[in-house]
């Protein structure tokens, strides 16, 4: 927000009555108040000539497209002089003797790949590639399962410029996202998030998913991603032993590349948030994002308590949706602001600030609202009951129940 003016436009979440400022807040937030709900509110101040959309609310440094796109290309030179560091210096190292410990290592059965040779001469093994992962993300929904999701998906995708995902899976967490592996992407989407959403929220969603998609996101970029994580874990797996040529090039590799992808990931969500409220109007975008905040930590505590031996209990989605059905409008308003005041995602690297990306999304219009918008999302899917039992089973490893064959009995 602005050093010298309060924010101006901010709705409360609750009621949507426009906030008031009290009084004249701290040095880093203003203090804003529904007088409606009775409710208060913190809104970080903005630094001088710092731009929404424009400024790392961390560094400080530009998040824009520009500055993406070179990060995003120091990035891909930082790994592409690790892997070409990687061969010249291994190969170095074994003309002056480092063959000596890999064939020890060979002898004692303990060299079997490159990586144990990379172990071996001091350096990690970074894996970037994703193979088909179609164990972890769930079934793939059949146009006949959610007609009219497909029809929402390639809607979206027309209005952003790019094809429509060649499936669209059903997961298990209420999470969505966009997957690319080799040739193929996936749209992901949450079971629990479609008995929260409405259609309008929905829309949003995908519009958000899709903008990583058009903008190379799910991609380049997340190849990029994957190579920092990949390195991340192989110094973890390392646990120190990391040394020499190898270990240095690793270390310097990562520090470096860490600072890059903070600013990276933070510009691309903002970008896919301006995309959503775009097409699915800014109370959408926002609402949208605030129930996907909500429910994940409360699906994490449901499924913790779960019981999948109980026979009393239904399946874990029928529980849910009962549970989350039956919470009493107080809890329910409690919760979202605890949401919305918590500071737990203020360091996320990967997102800005919630409150942040809520200013943003409410500042754009709404669109015409249509009849069927506010209609839960579970619309758009077929028989909801049979898709909840088929993905407690998956879940959970349960059997298939066969059919059985009865005969009459003869007296």
């Not at 991340?232 to 270390?251: I, V």
Request: charged share 20%; with cysteine; aromatic share 8%.
């Amino acid at each position: 927000m602005d050093r010298g003016q309060p924010p101006r436009g901010l709705l409360c979440p609750e009621c949507g009555t426009g906030l008031e400022p009290i009084g004249e807040g701290t040095r880093n937030e203003h203090r804003l108040l529904c007088r409606h709900c009775g409710v208060t509110f913190r809104a970080r101040r903005r630094n001088d000539g710092e731009e929404l959309t424009g400024l790392h609310p961390t560094t400080g440094a530009s998040a824009g497209p520009f500055s993406l796109f070179w990060r995003r290309h120091a990035l891909s030179l930082l790994e592409a002089n690790y892997r070409f560091g990687v061969v010249v210096a291994s190969s170095t190292l074994l003309l002056f003797g480092g063959f000596v410990p890999i064939v020890r290592g060979w002898l004692k059965d303990e060299i079997n790949d490159w990586s144990d040779v990379l172990s071996a001469l001091g350096g990690v093994y970074v894996i970037t590639e994703t193979k088909d992962p179609d164990a972890d993300l769930g079934p793939v929904l059949a146009r006949s399962d959610a007609p009219l999701i497909f029809t929402t998906v390639d809607e979206v995708a027309r209005k952003l410029g790019v094809k429509s995902p060649g499936q669209v899976r059903l997961t298990y967490l209420p999470c969505c996202g966009v997957v690319a592996w080799g040739n193929s992407q996936a749209l992901i989407l949450g079971l629990p998030l479609l008995r929260v959403l409405n259609l309008g929220e929905l829309r949003a969603i995908l519009a958000h998913e899709l903008a990583h998609l058009a903008r190379g996101d799910a991609t380049k970029a997340a190849h990029l991603a994957r190579f920092v994580e990949g390195l991340r874990r192989a110094l973890d797996h390392a646990d120190g032993r990391e040394h020499g040529p190898l270990g240095s090039l690793a270390r310097f590799t990562f520090r470096w590349s860490a600072r890059l992808i903070g600013p990276i990931a933070r510009g691309q969500e903002t970008r896919a948030d301006r995309s959503a409220a775009t097409i699915a109007g800014g109370s959408a975008a926002a609402s949208a994002l605030v129930k996907v905040a909500l429910v994940q930590p409360l699906f994490r505590e449901v499924l913790e308590h779960y019981d999948p031996e109980d026979p009393e209990v239904p399946n874990l989605y029928a529980f849910f949706r009962a549970f989350w059905y039956r919470l009493p409008a107080e809890v329910h308003s409690a919760m979202r602001i605890q949401v919305l005041t918590s500071e737990e995602g203020a360091n996320d690297p990967a997102h800005p600030p919630l409150p942040d990306r809520i200013t943003i999304l409410q500042s754009y219009p709404d669109p015409p609202q249509g009849h069927s918008d506010n209609a839960p999302a579970t619309s758009f899917l077929g028989d909801l009951e049979s898709l909840e039992q088929m993905l407690h089973n998956r879940l959970f490893g349960l059997p298939a129940i066969e059919p059985s064959v009865f005969h009459r009995a003869r007296v």
